[in-house]
Protein backbone atom coordinates (compact mmCIF):
# COMPACT_ATOMS: atom_id res chain seq x y z
CA UNK A 1 0.00 0.00 0.00
CA UNK A 2 0.82 3.61 -0.73
CA UNK A 3 1.06 5.97 1.80
CA UNK A 4 1.10 9.92 1.80
CA UNK A 5 2.47 11.57 4.80
CA UNK A 6 1.05 15.27 4.70
CA UNK A 7 2.28 17.09 8.05
CA UNK A 8 2.49 20.78 9.85
CA UNK A 9 0.32 22.39 6.40
CA UNK A 10 -0.56 24.99 9.75
CA UNK A 11 -3.67 26.13 7.74
CA UNK A 12 -4.53 29.50 8.58
CA UNK A 13 -1.08 30.73 9.26
CA UNK A 14 -1.94 34.54 9.00
CA UNK A 15 1.77 35.78 8.18
CA UNK A 16 1.96 33.72 5.19
CA UNK A 17 -1.95 32.61 4.67
CA UNK A 18 -2.06 32.15 0.99
CA UNK A 19 1.02 30.02 1.14
CA UNK A 20 -0.04 27.83 4.08
CA UNK A 21 -3.70 27.37 1.79
CA UNK A 22 -2.34 26.79 -1.13
CA UNK A 23 0.46 24.41 -0.17
CA UNK A 24 -1.51 22.78 2.04
CA UNK A 25 -4.28 22.02 -1.20
CA UNK A 26 -1.51 20.78 -3.57
CA UNK A 27 0.04 18.48 -1.15
CA UNK A 28 -3.08 17.10 0.22
CA UNK A 29 -4.10 17.03 -3.83
CA UNK A 30 -1.22 15.18 -4.95
CA UNK A 31 -0.69 12.76 -2.29
CA UNK A 32 -4.66 11.97 -3.06
CA UNK A 33 -3.17 11.09 -6.41
CA UNK A 34 -0.44 9.02 -6.21
CA UNK A 35 -1.44 7.36 -2.72
CA UNK A 36 -3.72 4.76 -1.13
CA UNK A 37 -4.26 6.66 2.01
CA UNK A 38 -3.08 9.59 3.51
CA UNK A 39 -2.41 10.15 6.92
CA UNK A 40 -1.50 13.47 8.91
CA UNK A 41 0.70 13.56 11.97
CA UNK A 42 -0.56 16.74 13.54
CA UNK A 43 -0.66 20.78 13.14
CA UNK A 44 -3.54 20.99 10.31
CA UNK A 45 -4.54 24.57 11.24
CA UNK A 46 -2.47 27.17 12.57
CA UNK A 47 -4.55 28.37 15.85
CA UNK A 48 -5.91 26.11 18.64
CA UNK A 49 -9.10 28.15 17.63
CA UNK A 50 -9.32 28.73 14.27
CA UNK A 51 -11.46 31.06 12.54
CA UNK A 52 -14.55 29.85 10.49
CA UNK A 53 -13.47 31.35 6.82
CA UNK A 54 -10.16 29.14 8.00
CA UNK A 55 -12.23 25.90 8.84
CA UNK A 56 -13.89 26.60 5.83
CA UNK A 57 -10.99 26.30 3.15
CA UNK A 58 -9.86 22.98 5.00
CA UNK A 59 -13.12 21.43 4.81
CA UNK A 60 -12.76 22.34 1.31
CA UNK A 61 -9.50 21.21 0.94
CA UNK A 62 -9.92 17.34 2.26
CA UNK A 63 -13.56 16.91 0.57
CA UNK A 64 -12.08 17.22 -2.52
CA UNK A 65 -8.66 14.86 -1.50
CA UNK A 66 -11.47 12.62 0.11
CA UNK A 67 -12.95 12.34 -3.58
CA UNK A 68 -9.65 11.23 -5.02
CA UNK A 69 -9.43 8.31 -2.35
CA UNK A 70 -12.80 7.41 -2.63
CA UNK A 71 -12.38 3.62 -3.94
CA UNK A 72 -8.42 3.15 -2.80
CA UNK A 73 -7.75 2.47 0.05
CA UNK A 74 -10.66 2.05 2.82
CA UNK A 75 -11.25 2.45 6.75
CA UNK A 76 -11.96 -0.72 8.40
CA UNK A 77 -11.98 0.15 12.21
CA UNK A 78 -10.98 2.27 14.90
CA UNK A 79 -10.04 1.33 18.65
CA UNK A 80 -9.53 4.05 21.08
CA UNK A 81 -10.82 7.50 20.86
CA UNK A 82 -14.12 7.58 21.14
CA UNK A 83 -14.32 4.16 18.87
CA UNK A 84 -16.59 5.54 16.21
CA UNK A 85 -16.17 5.90 12.40
CA UNK A 86 -18.01 8.93 10.94
CA UNK A 87 -15.76 8.08 7.27
CA UNK A 88 -14.75 5.11 5.56
CA UNK A 89 -12.04 7.53 3.74
CA UNK A 90 -8.57 7.20 4.35
CA UNK A 91 -7.80 10.04 5.45
CA UNK A 92 -6.29 9.08 8.87
CA UNK A 93 -4.70 12.15 11.33
CA UNK A 94 -4.05 13.54 14.47
CA UNK A 95 -3.95 16.91 16.03
CA UNK A 96 -0.97 18.95 16.76
CA UNK A 97 0.38 20.98 19.73
CA UNK A 98 -1.27 24.03 17.51
CA UNK A 99 -4.88 22.45 17.84
CA UNK A 100 -3.86 21.24 21.38
CA UNK A 101 -6.77 22.49 24.11
CA UNK A 102 -7.08 21.97 27.36
CA UNK A 103 -7.37 18.32 28.67
CA UNK A 104 -11.05 16.67 27.45
CA UNK A 105 -11.77 19.51 25.58
CA UNK A 106 -12.46 19.00 21.65
CA UNK A 107 -10.21 20.39 18.88
CA UNK A 108 -10.38 21.37 15.39
CA UNK A 109 -9.53 18.42 13.96
CA UNK A 110 -11.27 16.31 16.55
CA UNK A 111 -14.49 18.91 14.68
CA UNK A 112 -13.24 17.48 11.53
CA UNK A 113 -13.52 14.02 12.54
CA UNK A 114 -16.97 13.66 14.00
CA UNK A 115 -18.21 15.87 10.47
CA UNK A 116 -16.80 12.46 8.54
CA UNK A 117 -13.93 14.73 6.84
CA UNK A 118 -11.28 12.73 8.02
CA UNK A 119 -10.23 10.04 11.22
CA UNK A 120 -8.76 11.31 14.36
CA UNK A 121 -7.23 8.65 15.56
CA UNK A 122 -5.49 10.91 18.24
CA UNK A 123 -5.17 8.20 21.21
CA UNK A 124 -6.55 5.48 19.20
CA UNK A 125 -5.62 2.79 16.28
CA UNK A 126 -7.08 2.86 13.05
CA UNK A 127 -6.76 0.07 10.65
CA UNK A 128 -7.17 0.75 6.86
CA UNK A 129 -7.14 -2.28 3.89
CA UNK A 130 -6.53 -2.84 0.23
CA UNK A 131 -6.94 -5.89 -1.78
CA UNK A 132 -6.39 -7.71 1.59
CA UNK A 133 -3.40 -5.97 2.95
CA UNK A 134 -4.00 -4.17 6.49
CA UNK A 135 -2.07 -1.33 7.60
CA UNK A 136 -2.89 -0.10 11.17
CA UNK A 137 -1.85 3.73 12.12
CA UNK A 138 -1.76 4.52 15.85
CA UNK A 139 -1.65 8.08 16.97
CA UNK A 140 -0.43 10.44 19.74
CA UNK A 141 -1.74 13.51 19.29
CA UNK A 142 0.90 16.81 20.20
CA UNK A 143 0.60 17.22 24.07
CA UNK A 144 3.12 18.99 26.65
CA UNK A 145 6.35 17.56 26.49
CA UNK A 146 6.50 16.38 30.09
CA UNK A 147 3.31 14.32 29.90
CA UNK A 148 4.47 12.39 26.88
CA UNK A 149 6.34 9.22 29.04
CA UNK A 150 3.12 9.15 31.37
CA UNK A 151 1.06 8.95 28.05
CA UNK A 152 2.79 6.10 26.22
CA UNK A 153 2.63 4.25 29.49
CA UNK A 154 -0.79 4.71 29.56
CA UNK A 155 -1.73 3.77 26.64
CA UNK A 156 0.75 0.80 26.06
CA UNK A 157 0.96 1.05 21.97
CA UNK A 158 0.97 -1.88 20.56
CA UNK A 159 1.52 -3.43 16.92
CA UNK A 160 -1.66 -5.13 15.46
CA UNK A 161 -1.15 -8.74 14.35
CA UNK A 162 -1.24 -9.21 10.34
CA UNK A 163 -0.73 -5.96 9.59
CA UNK A 164 1.82 -2.85 8.80
CA UNK A 165 1.63 -0.89 12.02
CA UNK A 166 2.40 2.76 12.10
CA UNK A 167 3.24 4.78 15.01
CA UNK A 168 2.44 8.44 14.26
CA UNK A 169 2.87 11.30 16.82
CA UNK A 170 3.45 15.10 17.32
CA UNK A 171 6.32 15.81 19.45
CA UNK A 172 10.04 16.90 20.06
CA UNK A 173 12.63 14.29 19.89
CA UNK A 174 15.89 15.02 21.69
CA UNK A 175 18.29 13.31 19.48
CA UNK A 176 16.97 15.79 16.73
CA UNK A 177 16.68 19.12 19.40
CA UNK A 178 18.36 18.52 22.58
CA UNK A 179 17.33 21.60 24.12
CA UNK A 180 15.46 20.04 26.88
CA UNK A 181 14.99 17.22 29.34
CA UNK A 182 11.51 16.78 29.06
CA UNK A 183 12.11 15.96 25.33
CA UNK A 184 11.69 12.45 24.41
CA UNK A 185 14.08 10.31 23.09
CA UNK A 186 13.87 7.82 20.66
CA UNK A 187 14.13 5.19 22.99
CA UNK A 188 11.01 5.84 24.61
CA UNK A 189 8.97 4.83 21.66
CA UNK A 190 6.95 1.92 21.85
CA UNK A 191 8.73 -0.90 20.09
CA UNK A 192 7.59 -3.33 17.45
CA UNK A 193 5.91 -0.65 15.00
CA UNK A 194 7.30 -0.97 11.11
CA UNK A 195 7.23 3.09 10.58
CA UNK A 196 7.68 5.33 13.04
CA UNK A 197 6.50 9.13 12.08
CA UNK A 198 6.55 12.08 13.63
CA UNK A 199 5.21 15.25 13.05
CA UNK A 200 5.96 19.08 14.81
CA UNK A 201 9.71 19.41 13.67
CA UNK A 202 9.89 21.31 10.24
CA UNK A 203 12.75 19.92 8.77
CA UNK A 204 12.82 16.41 7.46
CA UNK A 205 14.33 13.97 9.20
CA UNK A 206 15.08 10.08 8.43
CA UNK A 207 16.60 7.82 11.48
CA UNK A 208 16.03 4.51 12.48
CA UNK A 209 14.29 3.97 15.72
CA UNK A 210 14.46 0.47 17.25
CA UNK A 211 15.44 -1.15 13.90
CA UNK A 212 12.92 0.43 12.25
CA UNK A 213 12.76 3.71 9.67
CA UNK A 214 11.68 6.75 11.38
CA UNK A 215 10.34 9.83 8.93
CA UNK A 216 9.53 13.26 9.82
CA UNK A 217 8.17 14.83 6.58
CA UNK A 218 8.62 18.28 7.56
CA UNK A 219 6.26 20.89 7.10
CA UNK A 220 4.61 22.01 3.76
CA UNK A 221 4.77 25.79 4.43
CA UNK A 222 7.54 27.86 5.90
CA UNK A 223 6.84 29.35 9.16
CA UNK A 224 9.97 30.04 11.37
CA UNK A 225 12.00 31.75 9.15
CA UNK A 226 14.78 29.97 10.45
CA UNK A 227 18.00 28.66 8.41
CA UNK A 228 16.77 24.83 8.23
CA UNK A 229 13.82 25.94 6.94
CA UNK A 230 15.26 26.49 3.35
CA UNK A 231 14.76 23.34 2.12
CA UNK A 232 12.45 22.44 -0.40
CA UNK A 233 8.96 21.87 1.12
CA UNK A 234 6.69 18.45 -0.04
CA UNK A 235 5.25 15.49 1.37
CA UNK A 236 6.60 11.52 2.22
CA UNK A 237 5.16 8.95 -0.32
CA UNK A 238 6.27 5.67 1.34
CA UNK A 239 5.40 2.05 -0.04
CA UNK A 240 4.54 -0.26 2.84
CA UNK A 241 5.67 -3.13 0.25
CA UNK A 242 9.43 -1.89 -0.42
CA UNK A 243 9.44 -0.22 3.15
CA UNK A 244 11.08 2.78 0.91
CA UNK A 245 9.77 6.11 0.67
CA UNK A 246 10.10 9.17 -1.61
CA UNK A 247 10.13 13.17 -1.17
CA UNK A 248 7.55 14.47 -3.43
CA UNK A 249 7.99 18.39 -3.91
CA UNK A 250 5.60 20.90 -3.90
CA UNK A 251 5.65 24.55 -5.12
CA UNK A 252 6.79 26.77 -2.29
CA UNK A 253 8.11 30.40 -1.93
CA UNK A 254 11.53 30.37 -2.37
CA UNK A 255 13.58 30.99 1.01
CA UNK A 256 16.74 32.75 1.37
CA UNK A 257 18.91 34.00 4.52
CA UNK A 258 21.38 36.76 3.68
CA UNK A 259 24.14 37.39 6.04
CA UNK A 260 25.49 40.76 6.33
CA UNK A 261 28.93 41.32 8.11
CA UNK A 262 29.42 44.87 9.41
CA UNK A 263 33.18 45.64 10.05
CA UNK A 264 32.78 48.82 11.78
CA UNK A 265 30.89 50.00 9.34
CA UNK A 266 28.35 53.00 9.82
CA UNK A 267 24.31 52.52 9.64
CA UNK A 268 24.63 53.94 5.76
CA UNK A 269 27.50 51.95 4.76
CA UNK A 270 25.45 48.96 6.01
CA UNK A 271 22.07 50.03 4.32
CA UNK A 272 24.38 50.05 0.78
CA UNK A 273 25.64 46.78 1.84
CA UNK A 274 22.22 45.47 2.60
CA UNK A 275 20.38 46.88 -0.41
CA UNK A 276 23.22 45.26 -3.10
CA UNK A 277 22.79 41.85 -1.33
CA UNK A 278 18.96 42.11 -1.80
CA UNK A 279 19.11 42.72 -4.96
CA UNK A 280 21.24 40.45 -6.58
CA UNK A 281 19.02 37.87 -5.13
CA UNK A 282 15.76 38.88 -6.27
CA UNK A 283 17.38 39.20 -9.62
CA UNK A 284 19.37 35.26 -9.07
CA UNK A 285 16.09 33.76 -7.49
CA UNK A 286 13.05 35.14 -8.94
CA UNK A 287 9.79 34.69 -8.15
CA UNK A 288 8.70 36.62 -5.28
CA UNK A 289 11.20 35.20 -2.11
CA UNK A 290 11.11 35.05 1.42
CA UNK A 291 14.22 36.61 2.06
CA UNK A 292 15.89 37.10 6.08
CA UNK A 293 18.33 39.54 6.47
CA UNK A 294 20.81 39.03 9.47
CA UNK A 295 23.34 41.71 10.17
CA UNK A 296 25.74 40.90 12.64
CA UNK A 297 29.31 42.47 13.23
CA UNK A 298 30.37 45.83 14.85
CA UNK A 299 29.39 49.26 14.17
CA UNK A 300 31.38 51.91 13.85
CA UNK A 301 32.20 53.71 16.90
CA UNK A 302 29.11 56.13 18.05
CA UNK A 303 26.63 54.31 16.65
CA UNK A 304 24.56 51.27 18.13
CA UNK A 305 21.63 49.81 16.87
CA UNK A 306 19.25 52.22 17.11
CA UNK A 307 20.85 54.16 14.56
CA UNK A 308 20.17 51.58 11.75
CA UNK A 309 17.16 52.27 9.63
CA UNK A 310 16.51 49.53 6.70
CA UNK A 311 13.20 50.67 6.39
CA UNK A 312 13.70 52.46 2.80
CA UNK A 313 15.43 49.36 1.77
CA UNK A 314 12.45 47.25 2.55
CA UNK A 315 9.86 49.23 1.08
CA UNK A 316 11.92 49.91 -1.87
CA UNK A 317 11.51 45.91 -3.16
CA UNK A 318 8.19 45.33 -1.62
CA UNK A 319 7.15 44.20 -5.05
CA UNK A 320 10.06 41.97 -5.30
CA UNK A 321 10.09 40.44 -1.74
CA UNK A 322 9.20 39.76 1.32
CA UNK A 323 12.13 40.80 3.86
CA UNK A 324 12.51 40.53 7.53
CA UNK A 325 15.10 41.59 9.18
CA UNK A 326 17.63 40.26 12.45
CA UNK A 327 20.27 42.68 13.83
CA UNK A 328 20.53 41.73 16.90
CA UNK A 329 23.86 40.07 16.81
CA UNK A 330 25.07 43.96 15.33
CA UNK A 331 27.07 44.72 18.35
CA UNK A 332 27.95 48.34 19.66
CA UNK A 333 31.49 48.96 20.91
CA UNK A 334 30.22 52.04 22.84
CA UNK A 335 27.03 51.03 24.22
CA UNK A 336 28.99 47.76 25.13
CA UNK A 337 31.43 49.47 26.98
CA UNK A 338 28.13 51.70 28.77
CA UNK A 339 26.89 48.18 29.84
CA UNK A 340 29.90 46.96 31.51
CA UNK A 341 29.97 50.58 33.30
CA UNK A 342 26.47 49.71 34.94
CA UNK A 343 27.45 46.38 35.76
CA UNK A 344 30.36 47.63 37.35
CA UNK A 345 28.57 50.57 38.70
CA UNK A 346 27.77 50.58 42.63
CA UNK A 347 24.20 52.40 44.74
CA UNK A 348 25.17 53.89 47.69
CA UNK A 349 28.80 52.85 48.16
CA UNK A 350 27.52 49.06 47.44
CA UNK A 351 28.38 47.50 43.89
CA UNK A 352 24.81 46.69 42.47
CA UNK A 353 25.70 42.69 42.56
CA UNK A 354 26.01 42.68 46.53
CA UNK A 355 22.75 45.17 46.97
CA UNK A 356 20.70 42.46 45.27
CA UNK A 357 22.63 39.89 47.26
CA UNK A 358 21.59 42.10 49.97
CA UNK A 359 17.97 42.24 48.94
CA UNK A 360 17.74 38.29 48.35
CA UNK A 361 19.02 37.59 51.63
CA UNK A 362 16.05 40.12 53.28
CA UNK A 363 13.42 38.73 51.51
CA UNK A 364 14.28 34.87 51.90
CA UNK A 365 14.36 36.21 55.37
CA UNK A 366 11.61 37.54 55.51
CA UNK A 367 9.29 34.90 53.81
CA UNK A 368 10.67 32.45 56.46
CA UNK A 369 12.93 29.90 54.09
CA UNK A 370 15.18 28.47 55.82
CA UNK A 371 16.17 25.70 53.85
CA UNK A 372 20.57 24.88 53.17
CA UNK A 373 20.82 26.24 49.56
CA UNK A 374 23.28 28.94 49.13
CA UNK A 375 21.56 32.40 48.57
CA UNK A 376 24.45 33.04 46.40
CA UNK A 377 24.18 30.12 43.81
CA UNK A 378 20.41 31.41 44.07
CA UNK A 379 20.89 35.20 43.24
CA UNK A 380 23.28 34.00 39.82
CA UNK A 381 20.39 31.91 39.31
CA UNK A 382 18.02 34.64 38.99
CA UNK A 383 20.40 36.72 37.45
CA UNK A 384 21.49 34.39 34.28
CA UNK A 385 20.74 34.49 31.13
CA UNK A 386 18.46 32.10 30.72
CA UNK A 387 14.65 32.09 29.86
CA UNK A 388 12.35 33.11 32.11
CA UNK A 389 10.73 30.06 32.69
CA UNK A 390 13.83 27.95 32.72
CA UNK A 391 15.17 30.50 35.69
CA UNK A 392 11.84 30.46 37.61
CA UNK A 393 11.66 26.51 37.23
CA UNK A 394 15.08 26.11 38.36
CA UNK A 395 14.87 28.12 41.12
CA UNK A 396 11.95 26.80 42.73
CA UNK A 397 13.54 22.94 42.09
CA UNK A 398 16.60 24.66 44.10
CA UNK A 399 14.11 25.82 46.83
CA UNK A 400 11.68 23.44 47.07
CA UNK A 401 12.85 20.11 45.20
CA UNK A 402 11.28 18.62 41.88
CA UNK A 403 8.70 21.03 40.30
CA UNK A 404 6.14 19.76 38.31
CA UNK A 405 4.31 22.46 36.05
CA UNK A 406 0.61 21.76 36.27
CA UNK A 407 -1.21 20.42 33.78
CA UNK A 408 -3.06 21.95 31.20
Do not use: C, W
Not at 64 to 90: C, F, M, N, S, W
Not at 351 to 377: C, H, N, T, W
Amino acid sequence: MKIGIVSDMHIGYERFEEDARAQAREALIKAAGLADAIIVPGDVFDRRAPPPHVIAEAIKIFRETGDILQGKAKVLRKEGGDGKLYTDIPIIAISGTHERTAIGSENAVTLLGLAGILVDTSEAVTTIEKDGERVAIFGLGGISEERVRDKLAELKPKPEKGAFNIFMFHQSIYEILPFSEDFIHYEDLPEGFDLYVDGHIHSRVDATVHGKQFIIPGSTVLTQLKEGEQESKGFVLYDTKSRSYEFVKINSRKFIVLHIKSEKFTPNEIAEKSDREIARTVEEVGGKPIIKLIVEGEMALGYNSADLQLRSVTKKYVEHAIIDIDSSKLESPELEEKLEGVRDSKLGGIPIKDKGMEMLKSRLKEYGYSGKFDAVQLFEMLSSDSSKDKVIKAAIEALYGNYQQPQE
